[in-house]
């Protein structure tokens, strides 16, 4: 009997791209059965008309669609409903405006299965900002590092939706209830983290999805000042995801609080960033102590920092640099 590989699409008024979604899911082919599983999340437009389509033809080619609809509950409510659902060995997300690439369920599946070490793995990807696009990641550090762990608490590791497959039996073993922490401001951490934790990721180096960038999406706003505020409140939404898990996946507290403090390291970063953003001079020589004290700073942020605040230091920590590449380069 083959084996399954669901994907979970969460649907939100989406009817001018769940066609395109949907049908990148329909188009993969391999040795493999395939469970789509859209949760309609209270769209209030054509989103359910366009899906209903889809599952005869589904059905025709052997594969399953099941449709679920909910009233509104944001990101993580639907992945908690899809969860419900799923019965593959593998599992996938992707958003209702995205895509897969041809041969992307396919590649993820194969690599695992070639690769029992590995609990799941990641695939690089194409961001589209109308028609422009470029990769997620072409950072070796980024697409290397196994432990995906440490590397998403670190930043040095993405997670968009449609670029990873994990292992269900891991993630269920973490969630017997099938219930991960409900966010409106997102659910790849409530999955990949605690299948990430003490385990090992693989990574294909290759474009296999394709995320569409939207002026007035979750995460883009169409003013600076709303971009601002939307930067802000998604900022603190998963912050306040990242310390719920670490919270509840570490048990060790020394352990536990070495990745809190990390996380704290963040909110101190961002409101820098903020304060400098706004102009507000004396909060950004605050949080840049924090953030210094820390000991996360690099000196390309103090470079920028004191480029607008006192250049003198700036032209000197340039200099640092510089002797500092250089004697890099004579070892």
């Known amino acids: 009997m083959k084996q ?5 699409v969460p649907c939100f008024n989406s009817e001018s791209t769940i066609d395109r979604c949907i049908d990148s899911i329909y188009s993969q082919d391999g040795e493999f059965q395939i ?15 366009r899906i209903s389509k889809w599952i005869p033809l589904f059905a025709d080619k052997g594969y399953e669609l099941k449709y679920i609809k909910q009233e509104n509950q944001g990101p993580g409510g639907a992945i908690n409903t899809g969860l419900k659902y799923v019965s593959g060995e593998y599992l996938s997300l992707l958003d209702a405006d995205d895509c897969f690439l041809q041969g992307s369920i396919k590649k993820r599946f194969s690599h695992l299965e070639e690769h029992r070490e590995y609990v799941g793995v990641r695939t690089n990807g194409w961001q589209d900002k109308q028609g422009d696009r470029k990769l997620f990641d072409l950072d070796p550090e980024r697409t290397t590092n196994e432990n995906l762990f ?6 040095r590791a993405t997670n968009w939706a449609g670029s990873y497959m994990i292992r269900t039996q891991v993630l269920f073993d ?8 409900a966010s409106r401001f997102g659910q790849h951490m409530q999955l990949l983290l ?10 294909i180096d290759e474009p296999l999805m394709i995320y569409f ?11 600076q000042e709303e971009q ?27 352990e536990r609080e070495f990745y809190l403090n990390i996380i704290e390291s963040w909110k101190y970063k961002h409101e ?10 004396v909060a950004a020589q605050k949080y840049y102590r924090l953030y210094e004290d820390t000991g996360r700073m690099t000196l390309n942020e103090k470079i920028d920092y004191y480029s607008k605040t006192n250049p003198i230091r700036a032209v000197w920590l340039k200099v640092y640099r510089r002797i500092g590449m250089v004697l890099k380069g004579t070892k």
């Open 228 to 254: 601002l505020r939307k930067d802000d409140r998604n900022f603190y939404g998963y912050y306040d995801i990242y310390t719920h898990m670490v919270s509840e996946i570490i048990s060790d507290k020394d």
């Open 194 to 203: 605690p299948v990430a934790y003490k385990n090992r990721f693989g990574y």
């Open 272 to 281: 820098l960033n903020k304060s400098m953003q706004c102009g507000d001079k």
């Open 213 to 223: 960038l939207q002026d007035n999406s979750h995460s883009q706003a169409s003013t």
């Open 174 to 181: 973490f969630y017997p209830t099938r219930e991960i922490y």
């Open 35 to 49: 469970e789509l599983i859209v949760v309609n999340d209270g769209s209030t437009d054509q989103s359910e008309n």
């Open 4 to 8: 399954k590989i669901s994907v979970i």
């Open 150 to 155: 440490d590397g998403l608490i670190g930043g």
